[in-house]
């Protein structure tokens, strides 16, 4: 660019130093929210394919059960390797184990030795030193370098590994050297973890590889065809695919808050750039007479834009990275959403995604240019060099009626918006129906100052507040500029505000109705011992009722995420009871037919509704059940499916709980939970008060909204230096008007209270815009966005005292930012004002 | 130099004309005064002749060749005008937030004029206005006298055929006024330029080549 724009730019943030700053600030703060966003994302989702990969190898097909408590019967899998496509076949057997208390549950995987080489070479162990191949095939497990690395188990020690009642006790041969950070697992010989834990006759899974030349896609569609029901043949990575799948939603709503603070940056530079062009306009005219033509003078005002993007997104492009490193290492891959389990992320930036959101923040900047330039450009030159910056009024009765159309026009469009299907299963409609209403907020905002403050203006005020309450309603375009930004982050807050407490009251009052019992026993996926059952039902234990939970999942469409098969010691009858069930109970037309009670996600996810019949693939047959009702849940986000012990064991299937409800003996608590911790604690069980469960799920649910408190906090920010850069220039503008008041006997206070009320004012009327929107936004997030991305649904709350809290600090912010503006204003010299051209 | 034929002028919704059918010729190095009274239309005048406004009828001719401004669109009246024209304002309009060698630098940067040339040709009219070594002053540290000069430098730093003045003296003490004319006389004769130059003082009209008072009825 030529020496005359870079001097006009370089002059500009010279002199309006502070201003510019914050716009670049601004700009950077939502790159660096957006992209952190971005980085942790790739980064989780790529670790957690690395580590499927690390663990499954690269077979062309894999054959499970549908049902996790289900298994692949050796026959079949002796069939597939008899299939001259087939080059190798490697079974699998995976099951958790106990190994020591300062671990949970590890897995513990068997494979065949020589299978395996070729399809899992990452899980091929490094035998100790001296050992042979002798010592794999006579027993001795093979441990990754996690498990040795918490707990006290050494190469070469003894270990004994535990399942429910079974033992194994054997030794340490050697490690697992491939095996990175965070996989606590353990290798044997498929046929000693067989001996001591599995059936003999079935596997977990088989893994195939086919002949170099065979099309895999087709053999296993053809092959499919022809397997039992309960079992599925499926692309090996597809369980990454699915994890991507499976927090998408989350994903998608995160990137969409921080494309909101990019937003919010967007009017501060918009607020900014208005107020650059304002003070110069006149600058611009002589330019003009000069003879820079009206395209160069518009592309200057661009370009300033891009001054202060490009380098604002380059330095968020920093944060972000910064806040992606720093949040991985605070909350874990998913930022507290529960989706990841395991290690820490790298996070590892890729050159197309940092170009783009160096554009965007760039786009953002000078997007924000444009209606500034474009009303610079609208000004004819000699109006300009006369006046100096005019916004056009737009009070006019005629203006009204059209902008009344408009509005009404836009409510209509946010309502269809909102009653529209999801697309691609995501609540995209739910998102325009945001961006809409915030639209209309910002739309509304003349309107509004200028019916609220007109009527004001003509009351008899002293004369500091008329004179505010004229200025706001006389210029109502500089007052929708200032109170635009803080309408759109208010709003944004306010909503999220609602929807959160809405949610987390649900989930407050969920976890009452699903956890009736006083005392839980969980063992996360192994049987419990059969000791501790057996205690339990002696005469003198300590509890009026049991109740056992069993825990499994059930894979419905391979596509997309397992859901949960919960088998419950639960009365067919009177499933209410245990269950938080929305919505009518349908009664099945035949007794002896099995009742499931479906999770509200399910019901949505599959279509299935209560009252129909249901075939679903377990115990490793097709089985016919009823749909006996919806229950709420806000733990398995993918779909659950409940169903009564009785009718599992009816149906031939196996009960083992994995938790239990407990009630002690009335007056007997205490004792009740000495009693247990004594029976459970050498078998690394947990014992947890229904009180402990509820503070820890409230707190994972805090921890999972941590994110988007962070996001509001800057948009409020963003917000609130809009409203200051747009104040102290509306009173720059007028400071002609200022000084002959001052002329005319008005004190330095009188001014400096007239600014602050006008700012006052400005700020209630986006307060009070930002309000409306912001209930209207949180219901939309709770009933359409919520359901549609998450499957949850849940009753709107309002926490009005929270908001009005809220508000009251905004409102106290807004102050401070107005009495900045005033001392601007009021600080030169009122001589030298007047006798300045301005 | 500049040729006004016919020039009518009315504002949008205004009912009657501002001017009617005006005629007007200036040579070179000619520099002609025009007086009248207040809200006679003096400075639509002079903002047609600059492009600034759109004349409803008549033409403007101005420069080698001669160009019709009335006729051009906003662009190449811009650029006729880097080329042309040179601006003097009442209120000097110095940009501020450049130093005044940069505000002088303008219309070289706006011409063909090679870049090694400009601080050269910067400092010989800084010298021929007075103002040698106040190049890198910033404007609002000179007196009102002083910022006129700059802006006479402006206006004549591109070798314009046509200085156009609307009451250049207006802010200034009758003292600083009279020298303020005294240079622009002389540089506007020394460039054989033409000049046009709107003022209430009968005293400087005087001191011009030609004086023509703007009436009801046109120019006499
Ligand atoms: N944008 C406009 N719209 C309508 N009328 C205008 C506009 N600008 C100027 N006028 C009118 O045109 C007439 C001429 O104005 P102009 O500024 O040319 O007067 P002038 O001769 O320069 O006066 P002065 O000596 O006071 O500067 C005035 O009556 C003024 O009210
Ligand atoms: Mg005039």
């Known amino acids: 660019m030529n020496t005359l724009a870079w001097w006009l730019i370089s002059a500009q943030f010279h002199s309006r130093r502070t201003a510019t700053w914050l716009s670049m600030l601004a700009i950077a703060l939502g790159v660096a929210l957006g992209y952190a966003i971005h980085l942790i994302n790739q980064a989780a989702l790529a670790d957690f394919a690395r580590a499927m990969h690390r663990v499954q190898g690269e077979p062309d097909a894999v054959l499970a059960a549908r049902d996790s408590a289900g298994s692949v019967p050796l026959a079949i899998v002796n069939q597939l390797a008899a299939d001259p496509t087939v080059a190798l076949v490697a079974p699998v057997i995976e099951t958790r184990v106990r190994v020591a208390e300062s671990l949970p549950a590890v897995r513990l995987i068997g494979v065949d030795l020589f299978s395996a080489g070729g399809l899992m070479p990452k899980l091929l162990p490094r035998p100790a030193e001296g050992a042979t191949i002798a010592d794999w095939l006579t027993g001795g497990v093979y441990v990754s370098p996690t498990v040795l690395a918490r707990s006290d188990l050494r190469v070469g020690a003894p270990i004994t590994l535990r399942r429910g009642d079974r033992l194994w006790t054997t030794r340490i041969a050697g490690d697992l050297p491939a095996m990175a950070n965070e996989d606590l697992l353990l290798v044997a010989d498929i046929a000693w973890v067989q001996e001591h834990f599995g059936p003999s006759d079935a596997v977990s899974e088989a893994r195939i590889l086919l002949e170099p030349d065979s099309a895999p896609a087709e053999w296993r569609r053809h092959t499919a065809q022809r397997l039992p029901a309960g079992l599925l043949l499926r692309e090996a990575d597809d369980d990454s695919a699915r994890v991507s799948n499976l927090s998408r939603a989350y994903r998608v709503n995160l990137n969409v808050l921080a494309l909101v603070a990019l937003l919010t940056s967007a009017f501060l530079v918009f607020a900014t750039q208005l107020t650059a062009v304002a003070q110069r306009s006149t600058h611009f005219a002589v330019l003009g007479v000069i003879g820079l033509s009206p395209r160069r003078r518009l592309l200057q005002i661009l370009l300033e834009g891009l001054a202060i993007g490009f380098p604002g997104a380059l330095l968020g492009l920093l944060m972000g990275y910064a806040l992606a490193v720093a949040f991985t290492q605070l909350l874990g891959g998913d930022l507290g959403g529960g989706f990841f389990s395991g290690g820490v992320p790298l996070i590892r930036p890729t050159l197309t995604a940092t170009l783009a959101f160096c554009f965007l923040g760039a786009l953002t900047s000078v997007a924000g240019a444009i209606y500034p330039a474009y009303l610079n450009r609208r000004q004819p030159l000699a109006q300009a060099l006369k006046i100096g910056f005019s916004p056009t009024p737009t009070g006019e009765a005629a203006h009204d009626h059209r902008r009344l159309k408009r509005l009404a026009a836009l409510s209509l469009s946010a309502v269809a918006l909102s009653h529209a299907p999801p697309l691609f299963e995501l609540p995209l409609a739910g998102y325009a129906a945001i961006a809409v209403l915030l639209l209309i907020g910002i739309d509304a905002a003349p309107l509004l100052t200028h019916r609220l403050f007109s009527a004001g ?382 | 130099m500049l040729t006004v034929c016919g020039l009518t002028k009315r504002h949008a919704n205004a009912h009657r004309a501002v001017f009617r059918s005006l005629e007007l010729a200036v040579g070179a190095g000619e520099v002609v005064a025009l007086v009248g009274e207040s809200g006679i239309g003096k400075s639509t005048f002079l903002n047609c002749i600059a492009g600034l406004e759109t004349a409803d009828a008549g033409q403007i001719l101005i420069g080698q060749p001669e160009k019709d401004i009335v006729t051009l669109d906003e662009t190449a009246r811009a650029a006729l005008r880097a080329r042309e024209i040179g601006f003097v304002f009442q209120a000097f309009h110095i940009l501020p937030t450049l130093t005044v060698g940069q505000n002088i630098a303008v219309p070289l940067l706006l011409g063909r004029a090679p870049p090694a040339t400009h601080p050269a040709r910067i400092a010989e009219l800084l010298e021929q206005v007075g103002l040698s070594g106040f190049a890198e002053r910033w404007p609002a540290t000179l007196s009102g006298g002083e910022l006129q000069r700059v802006a006479i430098a402006r206006a004549l730093v591109h070798r314009p055929s046509l200085i156009l003045a609307d009451e250049p003296t207006g802010n200034l003490d009758p003292r600083t006024a009279d020298e303020v004319m005294s240079l622009l006389l002389d540089q506007v004769r020394r460039q054989r330029a033409g000049a046009l130059v709107v003022t209430h003082s009968r005293h400087v009209a005087s001191r011009c080549d030609r004086m023509l008072t703007m009436a009801g009825d046109g120019l006499r």
């Not at chain 1, 004369?463 to 309603?473: P, S």
């Not at chain 1, 002896?592 to 693939?617: D, F, K, M, N, T």
């Not at chain 1, 709107?796 to 401070?816: D, H, N, Q």
């Open chain 1, 457 to 838: 203006a003509s009351l008899p005020l002293p004369a500091t507040q008329r004179i505010a309450l004229q200025n706001v309603a006389q210029a109502p375009l500089m007052a929708q500029v200032a109170a635009s930004g803080l309408i759109v982050s208010f709003a944004l807050t306010a909503s999220m505000v609602i929807m959160v407490s809405s949610f987390r009251v649900a989930v407050d009052h969920w976890l009452d109705e699903v956890l009736p019992a006083p005392i839980y026993l969980r063992s996360k996926g192994t049987p419990l011992p059969p000791e501790v059952l057996s205690a339990l039902r002696q005469a003198d234990a300590p509890f009026v009722k049991v109740e056992g939970t069993a825990h499994g999942t059930l894979t419905l469409d391979p596509r997309r995420p397992d859901v949960g098969l919960i088998v419950r010691e639960i009365d067919r009858q009177h499933p209410a009871q245990r269950l938080p069930l929305t919505g009518r109970l349908a009664t099945p037309p035949d007794d002896r037919l099995p009742v499931v009670w479906i999770s509200e996600a399910l019901q949505e996810i599959y279509g299935i509704h209560p009252g129909q019949l249901l075939r679903l693939p377990l115990l490793g047959r097709d089985v016919e059940l009823f749909v006996g009702g919806v229950w709420r849940d806000y733990s398995r986000q993918f779909g659950a499916l409940v169903i009564s012990r009785d009718d599992y064991q009816r149906l031939g299937g196996e009960f083992q709980a994995n938790d239990l409800a407990l009630w002690p003996r009335a007056g007997q608590e205490a004792s009740a939970m000495t009693w247990l911790t004594a029976h459970t604690d050498r078998h690394g069980l947990r014992v947890s008060t229904v009180g402990e469960i509820r503070d820890l799920s409230l707190a994972i649910f805090d921890k999972s909204f941590a994110v988007t408190y962070a996001l509001e906090a800057a948009a409020m920010l963003i917000g609130l230096f809009g409203l200051a850069v747009t104040l102290a220039t509306s009173v720059w503008l007028r400071s002609r008007e200022w000084a002959t008041l001052g002329a005319l006997g008005f004190d330095r206070r009188m001014l400096s209270r007239a600014v602050m009320l006008e700012g006052a004012l400005i700020a209630v009327i986006g307060l009070l815009i930002g309000l409306a929107c912001g209930v209207a936004i949180g219901a939309v997030l709770t009933h359409v966005v919520n359901p549609q991305a998450f499957h949850w649904r849940m009753p709107l709350i309002v926490p009005w005292s929270r908001l009005l809290v809220g508000a009251v600090l905004t409102l106290a912010a807004a102050l401070l930012a107005s009495r900045h503006a005033a001392r601007q204003a009021t600080r030169l010299p009122l001589a030298q004002i007047l006798a300045s051209g301005q």
